[in-house]
């Protein structure tokens, strides 16, 4: 198993940028998709993007312009930079690790953090 851990969320005007940050423990020798993905009411989980063995990068299309996905060699954690933010981009962002794709499909990740609250006002 993998603990996960965000931080970084907060609030933000709209064209601001976050980088949002997930720190991972545990059986971290396992190749893992980490995704990250994103909570609305009344909506279903969006995947935003992933990566996987360091390198392979996936977006979605909502965010596939303003957004970032990296790893650390070192540590695992993961990091989600965020530019350019809009009011629709408000939700709560969660990390995620599973063992296999499609990436962007929350129910084939096994492990969740917490979640951070990413607001963006006009």
């Known amino acids: 198993q993998v603990q996960l851990v965000e931080s970084g969320g907060g609030s933000v005007q709209a064209g601001g940028s976050l980088r949002l940050s997930c720190e991972v423990s545990g059986n971290t020798y396992r190749r893992y998709f980490f995704g990250w993905f994103r909570q609305t009411p009344g909506k279903e989980r969006e995947g935003l993007a992933a990566?996987?063995?360091?390198?392979?990068?996936y977006y979605g299309d909502s965010v596939k312009d303003r957004c970032t996905i990296s790893q650390d060699n070192a540590n695992y954690t993961v990091y989600l930079q965020l530019n350019d933010l809009k009011p629709e981009d408000t939700g709560v962002y969660y990390c995620a690790a599973g063992y296999g794709g499609p990436w962007y499909l929350a129910r084939r990740y096994d492990f969740w953090g917490q979640g951070t609250q990413v607001t963006v006002s006009a």
């Open positions: 990566i996987y063995d360091r390198e392979i990068k």
